[in-house]
Nanobody, 123 residues
Framework: VQLRESGGRSVRPGDSLRPSCEYV????????MGWFRQAPGKEREFLAG????????KYGATVKDRFTIDRDNPKAEIHLQMNNPQPADTAVYYC?????????????????WGQGIQVTVSA
């Protein structure tokens, strides 16, 4: 299984962005997928996750009203729509795949990780 994020960039506060993650590998369309981020000096934080069908969705408390995850299995992609980002959202963003049926919110529940992309929000 390989995961490849794209769409990381620098934006001003309030400017939306939509990082993507392409997933490749046998059976990965049946895995739950998630987004995490890690800021310098902080632990990796769960943002959002979706089951294989994209119907069972879970969000982290800090982003649930601003970020949206969506999944496109035919294209083998997940996206993270980030609305109204703020400087506190600056971090390296990772997508991850979980072989279980449920949607986990902890790093130890995910089996595969992308290399991460930098998102910077500053005026």
């Amino acid at each position: 299984v390989q995961l490849r994020e794209s769409g990381g960039r620098s934006v001003r506060p309030g400017d939306s962005l939509r990082p993507s993650c392409e997933y490749v590998g046998r059976g990965v369309t049946n895995y739950a997928m998630g987004w995490f981020r890690q800021a310098p000096g902080k632990e990796r934080e769960f943002l959002a996750g979706a089951n294989w069908a994209g119907k069972n969705i879970k969000y982290g408390a800090t982003v649930k009203d601003r970020f949206t995850i969506d999944r496109d299995n035919p294209k083998a992609e997940i996206h993270l729509q980030m609305n109204n980002p703020q400087p506190a959202d600056t971090a390296v963003y990772y997508c991850a795949a979980d072989r279980r049926l449920g949607v986990g919110s902890h790093t130890y529940e995910y089996d595969y990780w992308g290399q991460g992309i930098q998102v910077t929000v500053s005026a």
